[in-house]
């Protein structure tokens, strides 16, 4: 069990490795799930088209939505972007920021499902094989055939075994033709996704830099925040529950001394260090009030003397400042005129 703890305080601590790892773990699964994906094609004129670009697009949207699914700041960025303003504002650029970067590491497999699906051919050639070009690759003049059955021939391009036109267009020379174009467009779209990444990844902090960096520092406040909230309120839970029980137990002793006559037992020596963790918060009213003040009214990013919460803001607020002491000397000499 130590073990199984130290790793998930490193994955804990180190967040974003762990998310670029998920990421990768996802465009290697989202590969693997396209090799092993039976595809067939309907070779129908009406359908072919439907079922190529739905197997082009529909996963990889999946697949989009699954990386935000897996990215744990999801709910942070929604929490911080519904939150009332309160006492502290909420800055657009931080918010960006927050879903730029995990909107880039869920694109990853999206991208990688349609490079390899485009590389493959098999979803262009169904989709479009209505679309080759008899006119120049086969034998536009072939008797007998209406448009329909044209598309109807051409539609079965896709399947070998049903392929019945020859004497119109060889089955291998319209496939090859699809698939060029297929490739073609599969290395273009992994140009340009990988232009894409450089851009973002590279001359985006050179042209804004302090913008940028004050976006990530935030962004990473925001994160060590909550996180930082999340441990204190299960320590106060663990306080408050330790001393609900054992007020319990001592009270269950005290009526079972006065019972049997027994002398009831000390309590135990680390009951006050519990007492001492739950800050004066000891009943469940004040503890939902706090927590609602929290989501509603969080105190403002400046570091100050600590004040009592007033009603849904912080007491002090809107009040003029106190006046500073009066020097020794001065109050001497008012009092020796009065």
């Known amino acids: 069990m130590d073990k199984f703890r130290m790793i998930f305080q490193f994955l804990q601590s180190n967040q974003e490795s762990f998310m670029n790892g998920i990421c990768g ?70 918010l960006r920021y927050m879903f730029c970067s995990m909107a880039q590491r869920a694109m990853i497999a999206p991208a990688v499902w349609v490079s390899v699906t485009l590389l493959d051919g ?57 698939r060029c174009i297929s490739q073609a467009l599969g290395w273009c779209f992994v140009l340009l996704m990988t232009t894409l990444a450089f851009l973002v990844r590279s001359l985006r902090p050179c042209f804004t830099q302090a913008a940028f960096l004050k976006s ?29 029980i054992q007020q319990f137990f001592e009270g269950m002793s005290t009526d079972l001394a006065a019972t049997r006559c027994h002398p009831p037992r000390k309590a135990p020596a680390d009951g006050g260090e519990a007492a001492e963790k739950l800050l004066g918060i000891t009943d469940q009213g004040t503890m939902n009030m706090a927590l609602k003040s929290w989501h509603r009214c969080k105190p403002p990013l400046h570091l100050h ?24 000397r001065e109050r001497a000499a008012y009092y020796s005129r009065v």
């Open 122 to 178: 098999k979803c262009i050639t169904c989709a479009f094989c209505t679309s080759v070009p008899v006119e120049t690759l086969g034998n536009a003049s072939h008797p007998g055939l209406s448009q329909g059955e044209m598309k109807r021939v051409l539609a079965r391009i896709p399947c070998k075994e049903i392929y019945d036109g020859q004497e119109l267009i060889a089955n291998e020379v319209a496939v090859r033709y699809l």
């Open 25 to 94: 773990i996802m465009a290697l699964a989202s590969a693997q799930m396209y090799s092993a994906f039976d595809f067939n094609c309907p070779c129908l004129p009406h359908y072919n088209l439907a079922y190529g670009l739905g197997i082009l697009l529909v996963p990889p949207f999946i697949l989009f939505l699954l990386g935000f699914v897996l990215n744990n700041n999801i709910s942070m960025l929604a929490e911080e972007w519904r939150r009332p303003q309160g006492q502290r504002g909420k800055d657009q650029a931080v």
């Open 305 to 328: 003397p600590p004040a009592l919460p007033s009603g849904n803001g912080w007491a002090g607020e809107g009040q003029p400042p106190a006046h500073p002491p009066v020097p020794r």
């Open 216 to 244: 990530r520092y935030w962004s990473h406040y925001i994160d060590i925040e909550r996180k930082l909230f999340d441990e204190t309120c299960a320590e106060h839970a663990r306080s408050f529950a330790k001393v609900c």
